[in-house]
């Protein structure tokens, strides 16, 4: 047990009935008399930290561990401090964590050498031959020095030492120092409770701000982010303070917890505890972030292992996740519980009866009884549906969320069968009023994967990467918030079409059903998309929706991740791609429908996500598809006539500055129909003049400026040059030199051996750079200089790979397909992302004497997505199955070979931690 504040381990105590039983204490001694003291007390921590460690990893209990480890740490700076003269009216004190007896193998040991009067110039030589002595033998600790009227003064004036104060225990010297110390820093002289909870909830919402006020970061804080550890302590301390109690086991004595929040509080702290050992001994130093670096080796080391569908590290990450979701949603809901209850207790101003369940004190909503949702289990949703209806409704009192908690489990298979509760849930899909924020709390609370089971198997789900930043529950829900914000002015001038769209819905509700399917499968095996569309079948159909919209619902969740697949991997100016998706789609509901759900959903996975050029995309792909459904799919032109029409423009305009038709067609001699299906007529005639009115055909042709309808979306840049080997190489390498991503790359050479090629580009914040001349010119000068000279280009990219990058272990996967009809052949890599990825890439397509007509580049987190459309040199689809077999296993072999390289000292295996059977 850790010791209680009023006792000492030190001088006046015998030491030995503390000593614990691996600490031979007599041999210990024996050596000090012979040996070098900072030896013999070394030697001493070293065992004990292999001692800890090995129980550890034997699955000790958690709360013996970190408690013997503050009370072997008493006994070593015990032993210490009786090496040194003092009188009785100089203590030594533990403060903090350890004041607490709680101890982490890397914890700071903070310690306050306390005096009855400041007599710090008398004890300064033994003072600082103390603190040196720890120091030598490598104790990490904080100390201060200070008298009683010191600590008192300082207490005053700084909330953070007045709480540090709370948690205080003898270590060694005058007992009755600290208790007048702390009777004189108590909540009846400074810091009232009141005042001391309103200091510590400022404390938490500046805290929590600075982690994004979020539970769910890729690489969370486990001490100090939002549900983490901090939370614990915080609610410790306020109610502590209130009720003057010790230990949090007495706040049950005091009505202040349940038994079940003390013991899921103490479990949910047990959890953390493990985690954080285990982080401090992969670390080898005290580390609170739970970084990419370690997770992977925490999952292994406390037993998480891969499954079908599911990697260890996901599930110790769920479980981790829904561990500071528990912990936040007991902080908040007792905070707000000791403010309601205790500091504005009988001073409700303003109670209005809702009904026989529920009334409104002070804007926030309650029960009319403890038993309410016992009598009626139905309110469990009804209230959700209330606050939903009624904005005037600021939120939910403390005592009805504990009453929630406390019968939640009545949402059981009858609840979900009952048809009130059915209509009251199709209701709540249809309320007015932040329809997302009333889920939120539905899953704070643990109403809605309990109503939805489907739903509380995804509540913290995580996937491994850098692309999903959000747990599957929260990114759905995210999603919804999406949906509904549409309809603001300020978001209807981010996304016009989006908005439009929901605006004229005839059932709102069928696109928040979708939202709420589309990702409920992930983490079963299987493709998520197919099964997630059975699910909402299913939901439907228990909820008495009609057929056709059955039907739709299946449609728009297994088919969710179509839009975005083909506007960002196809080449969309081709017509029968167009064709093809709006045949797929089938009708002008559907792709609205799907429309929605694709922006919603791509600007709820990652805010980096989305960018103006993706939106260009899918926006082209809609309008082109609605178009064809409208006026018919026997509507569909012809490449020929698309290519004759954008010719037909472009000499119109180039006719206006001086270049004759005849001249231009020569230009256009050789060039594919490609460029007149891509690019617009006025961007055609430009690259032609440049051609026409160039001086030189030696010096390459670059421009470059910025594309877009009304604003910006990439940064275009057309380069015409001698078709030197390796030109899509050295373009590649110097544009990741300079940091700009390419987005788009539409390649053709004429039969006079030109490179006619053309780049979408932004940089590394996802802009277009345009505006910025100065780094235009720069850009345009290092592109010339690697044409003229590839060697200037540096192919070598000396970028390192990001930290966050080395820690997934992708294996990189390259698909040839030739479809019937098709004049390229399509080759699509998925690899980790890197620097100089892309011109690697290119290098080996050279080697294998491969043009490369257009590439898609995408980049989806740590990976990247690209799909080449490349042909034999003699312009004709691949077709030699032993040279694609080759030519895939090239590509395998050498990026992950440069893949494992990155990778190799990022890990190594972990002991695994026995499961405790405590």
Known sequence: MALMSNQSIGSSLNISQYAPLFFDQKRFQADLEKQDPVKVFRDALDASKSHFKNRFYEGEDIHNLVNELARFADLILALAWDRYEWQDDVSLIAVGGYGRGELHPHSDIDLLILMKRDRSSHYRSDIEQFIAFLWDIQLKIGHSVRSISQCVAEAKSDLTVATNLMETRLVAGNRQSLLDMLRKTGPDRIWASTDFYKGKMIEQSLRHQKHGDTEYNLEPNIKEAPGGLRDIQLLNWTAKRHFNVYRRSQLVQKGFLTEEEYLTIRRDEEFLWSVRFGLHLIAGRSEERLLFDHQRKLAEMLGYQDSRGRLGIEKFMQRYYQTVLSIRELN?????????????RGKTKKVAVLNDRFVVRDNYIDTTSEDTFRKYPSALLELFVILGENDKITGIRASTIRQIRLHRNFVDKKFRESSQNKE????????PFKLSLQLQRMNRYGILGKYLPEFGKIVGQTQHDLFHIYPVDVHTLQV?????????????KLFPVASHIYKNLAKPELIIISALYHDIAKGRGGDHSVLGAVEVTEFAKRHGLQPEEINILNWVVENHLLMSTVSQKQDISDPEVIHKFADHV????????????????INATNPRLWTDWKGSLINNLYFETKRL?????????KKDSWVISAKTSAVKILETLGVPQDHAELIWQDVGDELFLRERAEDIATFTKAIYFSESDDEPIILLKDVGVEIPVATQIFVYAKNRQRIFSVISAVLDKLQLNIQDARLQSTSDDQAFDIFYVLDDKDLPIGADKKLCRFVIKELAEGIKNPNFAGFNIQRRTPRVLKHFSLKTSAKITNKTGASTTSLEIITPDRPGLLAHLASIL?????????????????????????????????????LNKELQETICQELDARNDFERQDSYTPQKKRRQSNV
């Open 424 to 431: 009251l849930f199709l209701r709540l899909l249809k309320v």
């Open 586 to 601: 089938g009708s002008i509901r559907q792709l609205e429908l799907l429309y929605l759900l694709t922006v919603a959903d």
């Open 332 to 344: 908040d809901v007792l905070m707000q519980y000791l403010d309601e209850a205790v500091y504005r």
């Open 846 to 882: 050279l080697r294998f004497e491969i043009n490369i007509y257009n590439a898609k580049i995408a980049t989806l987190g740590e990976r990247v997505e690209d799909v080449f459309y490349i042909t034999d040199l003699n312009h004709n689809p691949l077709i030699n199955d032993d």
């Open 629 to 637: 459904l409208e006026q018919g799919m026997e509507t569909l032109e």
């Open 480 to 492: 919804i918030k999406n949906l509904r914000r549409f309809v603001r002015p300020e978001i209807a």
